[in-house]
């Protein structure tokens, strides 16, 4: 029987296609409850990743799952991603980290019911994209983070910045002491 061949690394991202622009304005254009969720990629010596990509997923706050269809813009004759709609909540957004490993979303605030953002991410050195959620301070979801990450459900927990700021911090470890939790799905 044949050895199997390493897995090729996935990273880093030359920019044709991924990122698009506007791949980090989940939420519309001027609404009035949008929050931002940003923070840094680290790696395992605890140095930024400049080159990651992040992708997000999550419910609108009215818990529906799905973002409205046609709220993307593409060029008839190319294809080409041409913006958002910018009334309409996507529900998904891509994001790149910039040369000091930061990014930024600016969306909605999950419901309740399922109070995280989906996160993908993807980075030179990784045999596999990885998930992990961030759960948005001060919508509840304990339970949910205790039976995920137990102990260290601190690093799933995206933090206020202030008091009724609408600002979020969520800095995402690869590796060591400050080690991210990630969430297997297979």
């Not at 969720?37 to 990509?53: Q, S």
């Amino acid at each position: 029987m044949p050895e199997a061949t390493p897995s090729q690394t996935v990273g880093p991202f030359y920019g044709y296609a991924l990122p698009f622009p506007g791949g980090g304005d989940m939420a519309p254009t001027g609404h009035p409850e949008a929050i931002t969720v940003h923070g840094y990629v680290y790696d395992g010596n605890g140095e930024p990743v400049p080159d990651a990509l992040l992708e997000f997923w999550q419910a609108a706050p009215d818990g529906s799952a799905a973002g409205r269809a046609g709220s993307w813009r593409r060029d008839a004759a190319t294809g080409a991603f041409l913006g958002r709609e910018g009334l309409d909540f996507t529900g998904f957004g891509r994001v790149p980290t910039g040369a000091d490993g930061h990014w930024s979303l600016r969306t909605l605030p999950p419901p309740p019911a399922a109070p995280y953002l989906a996160v993908c991410l993807f980075a030179r050195g990784l045999t596999r994209h990885l998930f992990t959620r961030a759960y948005v301070e001060g919508l509840g979801g304990d339970g949910q983070l205790k039976a995920l990450a137990g102990a260290r459900a601190e690093t799933l927990l995206a933090r206020r910045e202030g008091d009724r700021s609408p600002v979020f911090r969520f800095d995402i470890h690869l590796q060591g002491e400050k080690e991210t939790v990630f969430l297997d799905f297979a």
